[in-house]
């Protein structure tokens, strides 16, 4: 199975600091190498994996302000189709605007929704709804009038997040500081309880900052440390004595809070979204409804065992089961496109016990590979299109409406050397027609 996973171009992959996406478009690619399957990560030029790398733009544009997003998105986009071919199935983790390019392959393409930025989107999510798939993250996050193959929930990789067993002495805000993710809410909960805050993020909204935060940071009582790195996550998230998530939008799934869990930071948040879905309430955090329910849920937060949090997680979190998740959504949606080749596709027509009928269609300058049969003759005549075709040391050009015979056991290829589609009708006669008993010598596409 060839995979070729689409990143986002707005932070490397793995992101140095913040990007959710990147983060787990790394952590499904890893998880899934290590699992034995071939992925091709199309990313930023300066992306770390152990697959192979593919990339356009050398940089992120969230790190270079002299990279043009919309340019550079346009050509990284691209570049994944024009390769399309080489691959069984196209994993785009780019939002809607992949989408757009699904008409032009025939190469199955799965979606992974992160969210919904606006629903000025939609339309083109309901465009593509029926020629490729959608995964959810959330089922909370699933739109009523979408189709989705799955509801598939982020996995995070524990080494990277040590349980901590004893708890701190302060609250903490982790995420984007932006009115959506309730900052301020943070800051008057961590007041009226008498504890610490400390806030960790990237700085999204400006004014909201400067009104709305900034006024409060003194250093001791409310402390801001930017955006926080590997390195220093899990330090700050397994050190604090709860998360504080109190959002008001409805949360897609919140990678933050199962990475608090994981270190064994139960979380406080408001029930918007996936939180419900997320947080097993009066287990692994405290679903609240507001503010003053927010500094209660503060005053026993110290009675919820944080060894539950981190096994939650073991449980229904790690990479490793997202990645076996994704990996049965391929095998269904390959099991469906079994008759399609990385030159074309066939359709079986009829079978008898003697004799099998199929439509073969090559695609424009592909062949198939270089092969014989022990168990069947085969005649080929074409429809459509041209045909260059091999059988022993001969070849022999055809045009629609001409023939040629394939002996049993004659060693045989078919090329089509135009540009438009092949298409021809095979008759199979013999006394077995299973693909197994395709004998390959040669083949374009390194099969066995």
Known sequence: MKIAMLSPLSWRTPPRHYGPWENVVSLLTEALLAMGIDVTLFATGDSITRGKLAWVCERPYSEDPSIDPKVWECLHIAEVFRRADEFDLIHNQFDFLPLSYSGFTDTPLITTIHGFSSPSILPVYKKYNERTHYVAISEANRHRELDYIATIHHGIDLAQFPYREDAGDYLLFFGRIHHHKGVHEAIEVARRSGLRLVIAG????????????????????????????????????????????????????????????????????????????????????????????????????????????????????????????????????????????????????????????????????????????????????????????????????????????????????????????????EVQMGDYFGEDDIIRLEDDYDRN
Not at 332 to 358: A, C, V
């Open 202 to 425: 990237i700085v999204q909204d400006e004014v909201y900052f400067r009104e709305q935060v900034e006024p409060h940071i003194d250093g001791s009582r409310v402390e801001y440390i930017g955006s926080v790195g590997p390195e220093k996550r899990q330090e700050v998230l397994g050190g604090a004595l709860a998360l504080l998530h109190l959002i008001h939008f409805d949360e897609p799934f919140g990678l933050s809070v199962v990475e608090s869990m994981a270190c064994g930071t139960p979380v406080i948040a408001f029930g918007r979204g996936s939180m419900p879905e997320i947080i097993c309430d009066g287990v692994t955090g405290v679903i609240v409804a507001g503010v003053d329910a927010a500094v209660q849920a503060v005053e026993r937060i110290d009675s919820l065992d944080r060894r539950a949090c981190r096994d939650e997680v073991e449980e229904r979190f790690t990479c490793q089961h997202m990645a076996r998740a994704y990996l049965d959504v391929y095998r269904r949606i390959l099991d469906q496109r079994e008759n399609y080749r990385p030159w074309g596709h066939y359709e079986d027509l009829l079978e008898r016990d003697d004799h099998k009928i199929k439509e073969i269609v090559v695609k424009p300058g592909e062949r198939l590979s270089l092969q014989k049969h022990r168990r069947r003759a085969e005649h080929w005549t074409v429809v459509s299109g041209e045909a260059l075709v091999t059988v022993g040391d001969q070849e022999i050009p055809l045009k629609p409406g001409q023939s040629v015979d394939v002996p049993r056991g004659a060693v045989h290829r078919i090329m089509n050397p135009g540009d438009i589609p092949l298409v021809l009708v």
